[in-house]
Each structure stands twice: as C-alpha cells, then as structure tokens.
T-cell receptor, first 115, second 115 residues
Framework: GESVGLHLPTLSVQEGDNSIINCAYS??????FIWYKQESGKGPQFIID?????DKRQGQRVTVLLNKTVKHLSLQIAATQPGDSAVYFC??????????????FGQGTILTVHP | DTAVSQTPKYLVTQMGNDKSIKCEQN?????MYWYKQDSKKFLKIMFS???????INETVPNRFSPKSPDKAHLNLHINSLELGDSAVYFC??????????????FGEGSWLTVV
C-alpha cells in the first residue's frame, strides 16, 4: 500500500470518534503555524492556522492548540469521517522578512478513519 | 478554474535529460513557490518568488532553475536529471499582506520519475 516504507506516525480511528494529531515544532522564532491535509495524489490543502499570540483556534470540526512553552501543536478533529483520511502535516514559519513563505513542515501523520 | 495549476502531472524521463514543469495561479497572488516532496513524504521549500523577484533559494543544485515571466507564472527547469531528482514537485502561491496573507495554496503536484 501507499504507506509501506514511509514509517510515518499513524492514527487509526473509528468514524465518529474524535482525533488528535500532534506535532512538535523546532524553531522558537516561528510565529505562525498551519495544519495541512494531503489526500492521496493531491497537494497539501490548508485546514487551519494559528498565530503565536494565541493558544487555541477553532474552525469547523477542527481545533488547533498551540503550546509555545514546549513547542507543541495539535490538531483536533471532531466526529471524524472517512473523508478525513489523509496525511496531516503541521508547518511553521516566521511571518516576516525574507523568510516569509518558507514553511518548515513536520513529518506528517497518516490518519485512517474506519467506517 | 483551478487556483494553482501545474503541468505536467506525471513525467517519466531518462537520466541526463532536461525537463520543465510549468505553474500558473489565478488567485492574483504576488508570491509563488516550488516545494519538493520526497518518497518519505517530507516537504521542503526550494524557491520562492515575489513579484518575479527571487526571494528564497534553499541550497538547491544549479541544475534547477526557476523562471517567473510574470507574477502569475513560475516555471521550474531541471537540467541533467539525476535519479535522486525523482519526487513530487509542488507549486504554491500566497499573497503578502491583506486578510488572506500567509495562507499558502498548493497545486496538485507534478510526479517526476527519473529512470
């Protein structure tokens, strides 16, 4: 299958469960964080973002939590659906100067939702 | 009406060949990027252009030459292709400033296989 040899973290849940995907970021200077969803054969798709002056942000069925003390980011998906199955990436950047747009991506987590 | 479109989607070519991948965005953004995703799904920035000016060049071999004829287009030319160039190449765009700033939109990817 697609995941053979990838050795990405995996999360397997039942439809309707809540999912939590975690990410540790590396740069203390990063002030903007994004979660992307990548379905098989497609490009990363923006889900939700958060700036460093916040510790929580909610969207439709998704919530992002930011803990700057331990440089940790999480994505919570409520009532997970089979269509949520994908690889999820966190990304960090410093939204200023010439580093703008230079997203540093985490390794990705494979989410599989079973009907 | 795809926002960020890139061609070709699939490209299989022999070592030593020269090939190009084209990218166009119809979002009116002023910044465009090339990212590379390897076989382990790791995503890394290669280049970014703002208003046709090179902003980021992430220690990419000289065999890779981006060209931006206008701010809606960013093409990637690769000379003397090597086996290690096999990857998925993603074009992306964003707008500096404005309500939607910092959100980076990705194309569907170009799967390059060098044999």
């Amino acid at each position: 299958g697609e995941s053979v040899g990838l050795h990405l973290p995996t999360l397997s849940v039942q439809e309707g469960d809540n999912s939590i995907i975690n990410c540790a970021y590396s740069n203390s200077a990063s002030d903007y964080f994004i979660w992307y969803k990548q379905e098989s054969g497609k490009g990363p798709q923006f889900i939700i973002d958060i700036r460093s002056n916040m510790d929580k942000r909610q969207g439709q069925r998704v919530t992002v939590l930011l803990n700057k003390t331990v440089k940790h980011l999480s994505l919570q998906i409520a009532a997970t659906q089979p269509g949520d199955s994908a690889v999820y990436f966190c990304a960090e950047t410093y939204a200023g100067g010439t580093s703008y747009g230079k997203l540093t991506f985490g390794q990705g987590t494979i989410l599989t939702v079973h009907p | 009406d795809t926002a960020v479109s890139q061609t070709p989607k699939y490209l299989v070519t022999q070592m030593g060949n020269d090939k190009s991948i084209k990218c166009e965005q119809n979002l009116g953004h002023d910044t465009m990027y090339w990212y590379k995703q390897d076989s382990k799904k790791f995503l890394k920035i290669m280049f970014s252009y703002n208003n046709k000016e090179l902003i980021i060049n992430e220690t990419v071999p000289n065999r890779f030459s981006p060209k931006s004829p206008d701010k809606a287009h960013l093409n990637l030319h690769i000379n003397s292709l090597e086996l290690g160039d096999s990857a998925v190449y993603f074009c992306a765009s964003s707008q500096v400033g404005g309500r939607d700033r910092n959100t980076i939109y990705f194309g569907e990817g170009s799967w390059l296989t060098v044999v």
